[in-house]
């Protein structure tokens, strides 16, 4: 999963019955994707988990998810059906390294301009913000036929122009039209999948 960018929801009341009695059950196994001091990586995982699934570290999270992937390696959706079951829901990814990169970059620019880091776990409105930036900086070359941006821009006025003063300065990593229309779908599906939502977005990278 290393090239991958996972974003994920949770619901802490069901991992706290469903993960922690399957991991209880799957000790073994689980033990071997866990890091050194397995058993003490394990009681605590355990006691996050009753207490919310949402205070795991990004390496406890990935350790759980090369478990689950491990288990149902055969089958990709089933990975994603068992941590839904888990109460762990994988709602979207980014498969494409350079797309990754990018993405990435511009997450780099918004956290410099907002002066505010989103971390692993990331509160959904100031998510959506984010979002909303990159609408705007992959969606200003190709303007006239992006119905979102016109949407936007008039509630979101500073934040468009950042966006046209950083793509003015950066911009040229998107001369390649279909790299930038791979990232601005990725900008307008995770708007569109999180824009009423209310709880935290996990970003899960391995890096």
Request: proline share 1%.
């Amino acid at each position: 999963m290393a090239e991958e960018l996972y974003f994920i929801k949770t619901n802490p009341t069901i991992a706290k019955i469903n993960l922690y009695n399957k991991l209880c059950r799957e000790e073994k196994n689980v033990l071997n994707f866990l890091s050194e001091d397995k058993k003490t990586s394990f009681e605590l995982i355990k006691t996050k988990i009753k207490d919310s699934v949402e205070s795991l570290t990004k390496e406890e999270l990935l350790q759980i998810f090369s478990w689950f992937s491990n288990e149902y390696k055969t089958d990709r959706e089933e990975v994603k059906t068992q941590l839904f079951i888990n109460g762990i829901d994988l709602f979207y990814e980014i498969p494409s390294t350079v797309d990754v990169v990018n993405f990435q970059q511009i997450l780099s620019d918004y956290e410099n301009y907002s002066k505010q880091k989103l971390n692993h776990l990331v509160d959904a409105q100031h998510f959506n913000q984010f979002l909303i930036y990159g609408i705007f900086y992959t969606g200003i070359k190709n303007q006239d036929k992006n119905i979102s941006v016109d949407i936007l821009k008039q509630d979101y006025k500073n934040l468009y122009s950042f966006a046209e003063n950083q793509f003015s300065s950066n911009g040229k990593i998107f001369e390649n039209e279909d790299l930038v229309l791979n990232i601005y779908n990725y900008f307008t599906d995770l708007y569109d999948l999180t824009k009423y939502y209310k709880g935290s977005i996990i970003k899960l990278h391995d890096k």
